[in-house]
């Protein structure tokens, strides 16, 4: 009981995880129409900032910052170099374009850091358990993780339906000619955008710092899951995004935690069992996207319009 | 109703661009037949494993040209299919050599004449059987879709220990063909050669065909279509299916070509660059995807000599190709290409 | 009776709040021209695209020739027999005229998984898109690229395309709109060789265009058939002159 809660946590640590990168993404697609596979480069950017700056200072509150501030930027200078002009192509246009930003980011990394991961500590105030319910501990780290991406949809839900700049990010995705009437900088709003949806991303790569390791190809591994949150919500929907993160996150945890205790259970070999749920596991959200499209092929919450 | 018979025009257009057309096609065949000779005449032997690489790449290419290109359905999944071909050709060796039963039958060869048209059939089966969910979607669902269940295809072979996973299936010698010696490089280069021939000449006929302009289109306004009284999707099904099946095949020779599998045929990343082979050369046309498949690889090949990090430099450079020239050679393509508007 | 063709009844359809489509009847007899007018967002297109299938309707009844046609997608439509043309016109825009006019009889002639013989070349499409074309009086365009003709050729191109299907019924969506004087003389003598042949429901602003063509006449406002008749009719009803006539642009 004890293992299944903790299972059940990580899961929803994982889907908070991938509700900052399929938030940020979704918000990008719904508001300028743009796909960016470099969605995942940003969180490695992120990671990547971070953890270099712990391993300088011993500071993680600031390698947060850092790592916060520098996917931002990063994504504010793709935003500006490539992406500005790709807002009228076509998807596939910014598919590939986008595409080889990761080459370069990937290569990139390599050459200023190199193949070998790095790992993160989790910093020492942040270390140990803490007790979640009678008898069951649960990692503080971890838990920070799901605060952090709670406090962060609260934060995304006031920002988009009550403040100005969430009228104007809602307006410009409906009517971009209408909210350059009202005198608003649409090319700017529009990096800031950018640059909000990548500092979303830079915190799920600092916050996974941490609990896996810091490498090149990190961001694409987590991307492609990301692409399956997205079409569980809804394209172009928060709402969507969220549940879809929640589902995957808890879905894909709990079928590699406990799939291959099962199928031992039901097979004869015990090495054929564990190759066989491997390779379930390792398919089952994917298996999942794959229901739920046949019953909704819009998505469990799909946006508007 | 008194303006009909006026008109009887029966002048057949644009003979002449045929004539041309075929006529540059010719040269290139003949070109491509005798450029081992070529290769060894300048001593660079290399060359030819480079020429096959690139001809079997350009089929794979030629098949997503033909969802993407000619229907406008983004698959960034091709190469799913891609590496099920290979991966079929490997577990057909393995079983061939240990004698072990696959799914309790006495299955494993290693002959061509059965590999390849096993492996074309598989990847065409699950081609169906992905393509159908798929194209339940359009547009960047579409785009997603088709990388994730690429990409659960990879974590399956991944995790599929009994044939290697990570580390692949080794193929210690090439599929036998009655009466050819595979293992002779020119002989090899020059089976893969008709091999495409044939296959581009299959899809010149298909994109000629009525069920090929069902496609183009698709692409241009699916709404028209359904206004023509056309239920778009199993044609969108079959194009797909034959794309897989493409796929398949150009895997079965790549892993014939590599006598190696690995779930490295199956990354992301090899979508990428297929789709970036029909870019460059020119979505829907008909020999686009094959100086798509020269380029991009020639390019790779000139920059890896160059530099271990030439991803650095690929990377810009295919990101101010799409920004800057919108299908990059497709302009000189154009003068011989056999497809989109007759 | 006279021979209905197709009978609606009842059809409501809402966006949010508002009712685009609202408690809708209208029939159009075999052969004749009934024309639908109405004010700008009077609800004509949103109708039209529920008669074709692709917006679904909340409630009410759609039957063509006694079938119903609930569940059935555009494209089963098309081949009972319904065409339409579009009022924002849909062409494959890289094609040729007879391309798009041959494409059209390609469907027409069943499925199309052919996969061998030059569908550009066939003469089995290739004539009778020679010959539908020469009747929409665009033999000399047959060869231009849609995107380079002009407007009323795509209007005249739209009439082709809808005839090479041989329909029953056509749903014409402002066929008249942004021609200029002689193109929409050479349209409407283009429609009354139809007359008769094929039943038209024709959604129109241009009124000399509707009493030159029209059979009966409804009038359609806030998603409501307010009236129908024959023109005297409609112009003697004093709610259509109330609600739609005195807005001036009629």
Same mark, same amino acid.
């Given at each position: 009981?004890?293992?299944?809660?903790?299972?059940?946590?990580?899961?929803?640590?994982?889907?908070?995880?991938?509700?900052?990168?399929?938030?940020?993404?979704?918000?990008?697609?719904?508001?300028?129409?743009?796909?960016?596979?470099?969605?995942?480069?940003?969180?490695?950017?992120?990671?990547?900032?971070?953890?270099?700056?712990?391993?300088?200072?011993?500071?993680?509150?600031?390698?947060?910052?850092?790592?916060?501030?520098?996917?931002?930027?990063?994504?504010?200078?793709?935003?500006?170099?490539?992406?500005?002009?790709?807002?009228?192509?076509?998807?596939?246009?910014?598919?590939?374009?986008?595409?080889?930003?990761?080459?370069?980011?990937?290569?990139?990394?390599?050459?200023?850091?190199?193949?070998?991961?790095?790992?993160?500590?989790?910093?020492?105030?942040?270390?140990?358990?803490?007790?979640?319910?009678?008898?069951?501990?649960?990692?503080?780290?971890?838990?920070?993780?799901?605060?952090?991406?709670?406090?962060?949809?609260?934060?995304?839900?006031?920002?988009?339906?009550?403040?100005?700049?969430?009228?104007?990010?809602?307006?410009?995705?409906?009517?971009?000619?209408?909210?350059?009437?009202?005198?608003?900088?649409?090319?700017?709003?529009?990096?800031?955008?950018?640059?909000?949806?990548?500092?979303?991303?830079?915190?799920?790569?600092?916050?996974?710092?941490?609990?896996?390791?810091?490498?090149?190809?990190?961001?694409?591994?987590?991307?492609?899951?990301?692409?399956?949150?997205?079409?569980?919500?809804?394209?172009?929907?928060?709402?969507?995004?969220?549940?879809?993160?929640?589902?995957?996150?808890?879905?894909?945890?709990?079928?590699?935690?406990?799939?291959?205790?099962?199928?031992?259970?039901?097979?004869?070999?015990?090495?054929?069992?564990?190759?066989?749920?491997?390779?379930?596991?390792?398919?089952?959200?994917?298996?999942?996207?794959?229901?739920?499209?046949?019953?909704?092929?819009?998505?469990?919450?799909?946006?508007?319009? | 109703?008194?303006?009909?018979?006026?008109?009887?025009?029966?002048?057949?257009?644009?003979?002449?661009?045929?004539?041309?057309?075929?006529?540059?096609?010719?040269?290139?065949?003949?070109?491509?037949?005798?450029?081992?000779?070529? $290769?060894?005449?300048?001593?660079?032997?290399?060359?030819?494993?480079?020429?096959?690489?690139?001809?079997?790449?350009?089929?794979?290419?030629?098949?997503?040209?033909?969802?993407?290109?000619?229907?406008?359905?983004?698959?960034?999944?091709?190469?799913?299919?891609?590496?099920?071909?290979?991966?079929?050709?490997?577990?057909?060796?393995?079983?061939?050599?240990?004698?072990?039963?696959?799914?309790?039958?006495?299955?494993?060869?290693?002959?061509?004449?059965?590999?390849?048209?096993?492996?074309?059939?598989?990847?065409?089966?699950?081609?169906?059987?992905?393509?159908?969910?798929?194209?339940?979607?359009?547009?960047?669902?579409?785009?997603?879709?088709?990388? $994730?269940?690429?990409?659960?295809?990879?974590?399956?072979?991944? $995790?599929?220990?009994?044939?290697?996973?990570?580390?692949?299936?080794?193929?210690?010698?090439?599929?036998?063909?009655?009466?050819?010696?595979?293992?002779?490089?020119?002989?090899?280069?020059?089976?893969? !050669?008709?091999?495409?021939?044939?296959?581009?000449?299959?899809?010149?006929?298909?994109?000629?065909?009525?069920?090929?302009?069902? !496609?183009?289109?698709?692409?241009?306004?699916?709404?028209?279509?359904?206004?023509?009284?056309?239920?778009?999707?199993?044609?969108?099904?079959?194009?797909?299916?034959?794309?897989?099946?493409?796929?398949?095949?150009?895997?079965? !020779?790549?892993?014939?070509?590599?006598?190696?599998?690995?779930?490295?045929?199956?990354?992301?990343?090899?979508?990428?660059?297929?789709?970036?082979?029909?870019?460059?050369?020119?979505?829907?046309?008909?020999?686009?995807?094959?100086?798509?498949? $020269?380029?991009?690889?020639?390019?790779?090949?000139?920059?890896?000599?160059?530099?271990?990090?030439?991803?650095?430099?690929?990377?810009?450079?295919?990101?101010?190709?799409?920004?800057?020239?919108?299908?990059?050679?497709?302009?000189?393509?154009?003068?011989?290409?056999?497809?989109?508007?007759? | 009776?006279?021979?209905?063709?197709?009978?609606?009844?009842?059809?409501?359809? *809402?966006?949010?709040?508002?009712?685009?489509?609202?408690?809708?009847?209208?029939?159009?007899?075999?052969?004749?021209?009934?024309?639908?007018?109405?004010?700008?967002?009077?609800?004509?297109?949103?109708?039209?695209?529920?008669?074709?299938?692709?917006?679904?309707?909340?409630?009410?009844?759609?039957?063509?020739?006694?079938?119903?046609?609930?569940?059935?997608?555009?494209?089963?439509?098309?081949?009972?027999?319904?065409? *339409?043309?579009?009022?924002?016109?849909?062409?494959?825009?890289?094609?040729?005229?007879?391309?798009?006019?041959?494409?059209?009889?390609?469907?027409?002639?069943?499925?199309?998984?052919?996969?061998?013989?030059?569908?550009?070349?066939?003469?089995?499409?290739?004539?009778?898109?020679?010959?539908?074309?020469?009747?929409?009086?665009?033999?000399?365009?047959?060869?231009?690229?849609?995107?380079?003709?002009?407007?009323?050729?795509?209007?005249?191109?739209?009439?082709?395309?809808?005839?090479?299907?041989?329909?029953?019924?056509?749903?014409?969506?402002?066929?008249?709109?942004?021609?200029?004087?002689?193109?929409?003389?050479?349209?409407?003598?283009?429609?009354?060789?139809?007359?008769?042949?094929?039943?038209?429901?024709?959604?129109?602003?241009?009124?000399?265009?509707?009493?030159?063509?029209?059979?009966?006449?409804?009038?359609?406002?806030?998603?409501?058939?307010?009236?129908?008749?024959?023109?005297?009719?409609?112009?003697?009803?004093?709610?259509?002159?109330?609600?739609?006539?005195?807005?001036?642009?009629?």
């Amino acid at each position: 009981m004890a293992l299944l809660i903790e299972q059940a946590l990580n899961g929803v640590q994982l889907g908070f995880t991938l509700f900052l990168l399929a938030a940020g993404l979704t918000l990008i697609f719904g508001i300028m129409g743009v796909i960016n596979l470099a969605h995942g480069s940003l969180f490695m950017i992120g990671a990547y900032a971070a953890a270099l700056t712990a391993a300088k200072t011993g500071s993680f509150l600031i390698a947060f910052p850092v790592g916060l501030v520098c996917a931002a930027i990063a994504g504010m200078v793709i935003e500006f170099l490539v992406v500005r002009r790709l807002y009228a192509r076509d998807h596939l246009d910014q598919v590939l374009a986008t595409f080889g930003l990761i080459l370069f980011f990937n290569q990139m990394t390599i050459i200023l850091f190199g193949r070998q991961p790095l790992f993160v500590e989790i910093p020492s105030w942040l270390e140990g358990s803490i007790p979640i319910v009678a008898g069951v501990q649960y990692p503080l780290y971890r838990f920070v993780i799901i605060l952090v991406g709670l406090l962060t949809a609260v934060g995304l839900y006031f920002l988009i339906a009550r403040t100005r700049i969430g009228m104007l990010i809602r307006a410009g995705a409906t009517n971009r000619d209408m909210v350059r009437a009202l005198g608003v900088d649409i090319k700017l709003l529009y990096t800031i955008v950018f640059g909000l949806g990548a500092m979303l991303a830079g915190l799920a790569g600092i916050m996974t710092g941490p609990i896996s390791a810091v490498q090149v190809g990190m961001g694409e591994h987590v991307l492609i899951l990301t692409f399956v949150v997205i079409i569980i919500g809804g394209v172009g929907s928060i709402k969507g995004a969220f549940a879809g993160a929640l589902i995957v996150g808890v879905v894909d945890t709990m079928m590699r935690a406990f799939l291959p205790a099962l199928m031992r259970h039901l097979m004869a070999s015990g090495s054929e069992a564990d190759a066989l749920a491997g390779g379930i596991s390792a398919m089952g959200v994917y298996l999942l996207m794959a229901i739920v499209l046949l019953i909704k092929p819009k998505g469990l919450l799909p946006a508007h319009g | 109703m008194a303006d009909i018979q006026n008109t009887v025009h029966k002048v057949a257009p644009a003979k002449p661009k045929n004539v041309r057309s075929h006529l540059l096609i010719a040269q290139l065949i003949v070109l491509l037949a005798v450029l081992p000779y070529l $290769a060894n005449l300048f001593g660079q032997p290399a060359l030819v494993s480079l020429a096959t690489r690139i001809i079997i790449l350009a089929i794979a290419a030629a098949s997503l040209n033909l969802i993407m290109g000619y229907a406008g359905l983004a698959s960034f999944g091709h190469a799913a299919w891609y590496g099920l071909g290979g991966y079929v050709v490997g577990i057909l060796y393995r079983h061939s050599v240990t004698g072990d039963p696959l799914f309790g039958l006495p299955i494993g060869s290693d002959q061509m004449l059965i590999t390849v048209p096993a492996a074309i059939l598989i990847a065409g089966l699950f081609a169906a059987i992905f393509g159908s969910l798929s194209l339940r979607t359009s547009g960047v669902q579409f785009i997603m879709i088709t990388l $994730a269940f690429a990409q659960m295809i990879f974590f399956f072979f991944v $995790a599929l220990k009994a044939y290697g996973g990570d580390d692949g299936l080794i193929i210690r010698r090439r599929n036998a063909l009655p009466g050819l010696d595979t293992r002779d490089a020119m002989v090899w280069y020059w089976i893969c !050669l008709g091999v495409a021939i044939l296959w581009y000449a299959l899809l010149s006929r298909i994109v000629a065909s009525r069920f090929g302009r069902i !496609l183009v289109g698709v692409r241009q306004s699916e709404r028209r279509m359904a206004a023509m009284g056309v239920r778009t999707y199993p044609y969108k099904l079959v194009a797909f299916v034959i794309a897989g099946m493409g796929g398949g095949l150009a895997g079965a !020779l790549m892993a014939n070509h590599m006598r190696f599998v690995s779930p490295d045929m199956l990354h992301w990343t090899q979508s990428g660059e297929f789709m970036f082979m029909v870019i460059l050369g020119g979505a829907g046309t008909l020999l686009g995807p094959a100086f798509g498949a $020269a380029v991009l690889i020639g390019l790779e090949t000139v920059l890896a000599a160059w530099t271990e990090h030439w991803q650095v430099i690929l990377g810009p450079i295919l990101v101010l190709a799409i920004l800057f020239t919108r299908g990059g050679l497709s302009g000189l393509v154009r003068l011989v290409r056999g497809g989109r508007d007759d | 009776m006279t021979d209905v063709l197709l009978q609606v009844e009842g059809l409501r359809k *809402r966006f949010g709040g508002v009712a685009a489509t609202d408690n809708l009847t209208l029939d159009v007899r075999a052969g004749e021209v009934h024309a639908l007018i109405g004010p700008n967002g009077a609800g004509k297109t949103t109708f039209i695209t529920q008669l074709m299938g692709e917006l679904t309707p909340d409630a009410g009844s759609v039957r063509f020739a006694g079938q119903p046609l609930e569940g059935l997608d555009t494209a089963a439509r098309v081949r009972l027999g319904i065409a *339409r043309t579009f009022q924002i016109t849909q062409t494959l825009d890289e094609e040729t005229a007879q391309a798009n006019v041959a494409l059209t009889i390609q469907a027409h002639q069943g499925h199309s998984f052919r996969f061998w013989k030059n569908a550009a070349t066939d003469p089995s499409l290739n004539e009778p898109a020679r010959r539908l074309l020469a009747d929409a009086g665009l033999a000399a365009r047959r060869n231009v690229q849609v995107r380079d003709m002009s407007h009323g050729e795509h209007k005249q191109l739209e009439l082709a395309m809808a005839l090479a299907s041989e329909p029953r019924l056509l749903l014409l969506d402002e066929p008249m709109a942004g021609l200029g004087v002689s193109e929409s003389r050479q349209m409407i003598d283009a429609l009354k060789t139809l007359k008769g042949r094929i039943a038209i429901l024709l959604v129109e602003h241009d009124m000399d265009a509707v009493f030159a063509l029209a059979d009966r006449i409804s009038v359609l406002v806030y998603g409501k058939v307010i009236a129908t008749g024959t023109a005297q009719e409609i112009q003697a009803d004093p709610q259509v002159r109330a609600a739609y006539l005195g807005e001036g642009d009629a």
